[in-house]
Each structure stands twice: as C-alpha cells, then as structure tokens.
C-alpha cells in the first residue's frame, strides 16, 4: 500500500515538474528573458545602444623566439557600440602570458589596446596561450590568443 502511495506521488510530482514553462507562451519565448547589458554608468543600455567590442586581430603568432625571451604585443580594438565600453578583467591562460588593459571605460568610436606580454622561459616547441577579457559587451567575454615557436638555445 505503501509503495503504491509513493509511487502515485512520485508520478505526480513528475507530471507537474514537466510542465509548460512559465515564460514560454505557445511555444515562444518570452521578451522578458532577454539580458541586455548595462552601461558603465549602471543604468540599463538601449537595444542596440549596447558597447560592440571590435578588435583588428584576435590571433598573434610571434614566430620563431628563442627560449627565455619576452616578447609582446598590443591588440587594437575600438568600441563600435553606442555606450561606454568597460573591461572588468583580463586572465592569462598561465602566468607567462601577462596582459594589461584599460582600466577606464572606452567611449562608443574611441580605440584602445590589450597589452600582451608572454614570458618563454622554460617552454620548447609550439606553445598557443590565450587571453580571457570580461567585458559589458554581449557576449560578455572575450579571447585574445598568442602563439609561438620556442626553440632552444643550444649548449656548448
């Protein structure tokens, strides 16, 4: 009887968790599921006034280097969008891959650069490192990545 009992609940329960969603309507979903970012002053940005994050290149390959040199590069970007363009933080894939960013938000036309720096030490041979930037920008990351061919010195 017992058994009977939970498993009419269990079905039950089951039924009611396969229900339509609430913000589903005929099958559409709803507008209210939409996120669209905010500007850098809080305040919620415009359709279509959102900050568009363009840069000229998001891949740099910095050839052949020698094991132990530090090379760097500066990807240029411009803030297509129409509000204020902020990036909130940059992680290298390791810490040999260093980036500095603007601190301060970017104006809608104005250009900026992501700074990359990428230590060789201890590494040999093909080596691909990448560079996560958080942004206000819909997607809301983005990846810079960076490459090399490290060949070692030879000892004499």
Do not use: W
Request: aromatic residues 6%; negative net charge.
């Amino acid at each position: 009887m017992k058994t009977k009992l939970f498993l009419a609940l269990a079905v039950t329960f089951l039924m009611a968790a396969c229900g339509q969603d609430p913000k589903k309507e005929n099958g559409a979903i709803s507008s209210d599921v939409i996120n669209i970012p905010s500007t850098a002053s809080g305040k919620t940005a415009l359709a279509g006034s959102s900050p568009i994050m363009e840069f000229e290149d998001e891949k740099h390959d910095f050839g052949r280097i020698t094991q132990g040199e530090t090379v760097s590069y500066s990807f240029v970007f411009k803030n297509n969008g129409g509000s204020d363009l902020v990036i909130s933080s940059a992680q290298g894939s390791c810490g040999c891959t260093i980036p500095n960013y603007p601190k301060e938000a970017i104006k809608p036309g104005q250009e900026a650069t992501v700074d990359v720096k990428f230590e060789s030490s201890g590494k040999s041979g093909l080596v691909q490192k990448t560079v996560t930037l958080v942004t206000n920008c819909t997607p809301s990351t983005k990846v810079l990545t960076i490459s090399a061919t490290v060949e070692v010195p030879d000892e004499e």
